[in-house]
């Protein structure tokens, strides 16, 4: 059976077949079938062989049970965004089991994982071989295994941004109100959750600019998604001036602003330093005086790591101590309403001292920190439960420990499954520069593939995470997870493109990969598309 649609760049397809099209694509082929088997049962016994290892949920000794306080009192506001403590409290409805956790958030990042592969392959052909060894990449990863298995948001957004991506992908090639609104509440929820998402809402604009939709449904798609973003901003910001009398949505962006600058703030020359103006002066003679008495790393080794997080999150250091400094006179300030009280202080008092030292800033904090995007730490995914047998009583408390000692199977804590993230994540960063630097030269561009538009949305991420995370956050591989996976998949799709099509001349169609019984055949010509469905 053939089905034509015939459709202007102003008109939705038709998405009933396709949708059967593609659940055919995943079902009716027995190849798949088998390899969907072969992957369900991989993923349990990785997941069980990994347990026996590590029979305890992994923590970040801090952020952790910031999560699960949060959850603990259903709190709107907190150290971090309340996403993930939403869902530890929602799952606590169903299990209390740090093993059931784990393996949930396990298996939600494997099945978003394969959502966003196989709606690749569905849309861009690849070859059966690079198929196979990106199933593999995805299914055998060890990444998903150890984020999986701690208590943080970290691997929660991971699969909702896997999810959000792969339907971002089906909105500019096979869009449908359904998919609409679905990416809607997914962009709500990553938005939630880290606040890497910042950059999400100017991807999506790209995706749905990019996408066949009417003018119309695209203004509404995006609108969507950004009130229910709103409705968020909105009530977070107005719960903390109820709190503590001021509207600010993340008191964390603060805290993050200075400690960010006096990476810069601490190589500038006392000959060279100007005067602040007068609510900033308590803060900056603390901080001068500290930078001051702490030349010597060997004695002081935090003043060793460049671009880090330290400062903000380190008590002793000036932040807290003028934090605490502030409330001599209200003792009976909780930890919380300290920590949020100095987020615009710290906001202005950061932006000031950027203005003010930019050289330093590039070069102390954005120039380090572009390395350590390039190529990201492990950092805590280093050591299992930050190499430490306990865990808080909240912990002990919310997932029914016996005690707060936690054990593992292993000699030691340390984790060298990941050792080489930090190596891939550099090469892939060049690969996928080069690859697409040819794709241009070959003009790729220029050819009518669906492939094309998926290479725009690829690199729309690429350089809104690159600067997001170069210049706002301390780069490391669980924040960094997502992009760096994106990055290799797009990188080795772009590698297959040009080995198939690299000495095509730019005037043929390209129709990239291998087709089968469910192939989709595309051709534009100029205002109008052709779409034949075989199935």
Not at 117 to 127: D, I
Not at 275 to 292: E, H, K
Request: hydrophobic content about 45%; some cysteine; aromatic content about 18%.
């Amino acid at each position: 059976m053939i089905t034509h649609y015939a459709m202007n760049s102003n008109q939705i397809t038709s998405t009933t077949a396709l949708e059967k099209s593609f659940r055919k694509y995943l079902f009716d082929s027995r190849r798949n079938r088998l390899t969907m088997f072969i992957i369900g049962a991989v993923i349990v016994i990785q997941f069980i062989i990994f347990k026996f290892f590590y029979p305890y949920a992994g923590y970040i000794h801090g952020d952790s049970f910031l999560y699960l306080d949060a959850a603990y009192k259903n709190q709107d506001i907190n150290f971090y965004l309340v996403g993930y403590s939403k869902f530890l409290r929602l799952f606590s409805v169903f299990l209390n089991s740090d093993i059931a956790l784990a393996g949930f958030q396990y298996v939600l990042i494997q099945s978003s994982a394969l959502l966003f592969l196989f709606t690749l392959f569905y849309f861009y052909r690849p070859g059966k071989l690079m198929q196979v060894f990106l199933l593999a990449f995805m299914v055998l990863n060890p990444l998903f295994l150890y984020m999986a298995n701690m208590v943080s948001s970290d691997g929660f957004f991971l699969a909702l941004s896997f999810i959000w991506f792969s339907l971002l992908i089906w909105i500019i090639h096979r869009p449908s109100n359904y998919l609409v609104a679905a990416h809607a509440l997914v962009l709500f929820m990553t938005f939630t959750v880290r606040y890497n998402a910042l950059i999400y809402p100017l991807i999506t604009i790209a995706a749905f600019g990019l996408s066949p939709l009417r003018l119309r449904t695209k203004i509404i798609g995006i609108l969507g998604g950004f009130l229910l973003i709103g409705a968020f901003v909105l009530h977070t910001g107005n719960r903390y001036k109820t709190f503590m009398g001021v509207w600010q949505f993340s008191p964390f962006s603060g805290w993050q602003m200075t400690n960010n600058a006096m990476y810069a703030y601490r190589y500038v020359d006392k000959v060279d330093r100007v005067p602040v103006p007068a609510r900033f002066r308590g803060l900056d003679n603390m901080i001068r005086t500290y930078f001051d008495s702490t030349r010597d790393v060997k004695k002081h080794p935090q003043e060793a790591i460049l671009a880090s997080t330290v400062y903000m999150w380190t008590p002793g250091l000036p932040l807290f101590k003028y934090r605490d400094l502030q409330f001599t006179k209200d003792t009976s300030a909780s930890e919380f309403k300290r920590w949020a009280t100095m987020g615009p202080l710290y906001a202005d008092y950061g932006t000031y001292i950027i203005k003010q030292y930019p050289w330093h800033y590039i070069r102390y904090f954005l120039w380090y920190n572009a390395q350590k995007y390039y190529a990201p730490p492990i950092e805590f995914l280093e050591e299992y439960n930050g190499g430490s047998d306990y865990v808080e009583p909240i912990a002990k408390s919310w997932f029914r420990y016996k005690s707060t000692k936690v054990t593992a199977r292993v000699k030691d804590l340390k984790v060298n499954m990941l050792g080489f993230y930090p190596t891939l994540s550099g090469i892939m960063n060049v690969l996928f520069f080069s690859s697409l630097l040819c794709f241009i030269i070959l003009r790729g561009f220029r050819n009518r593939t669906l492939f094309r538009k998926g290479v725009l949305l690829m690199t729309a991420m690429w350089l809104l995470n690159a600067v997001f995370s170069i210049f706002s956050t301390s780069a490391a591989l669980r924040f960094l997870a997502f992009p760096v996976l994106l990055m290799c998949t797009f990188a080795l799709l772009l590698i297959e493109w040009l080995w198939r099509n690299g000495g095509n001349g730019p005037s043929k169609e390209l129709q990239f990969g291998e087709g089968n019984q469910d192939s989709i055949q595309v051709i534009d010509n100029s205002s109008k598309s052709n779409v034949l469905i075989r199935s």
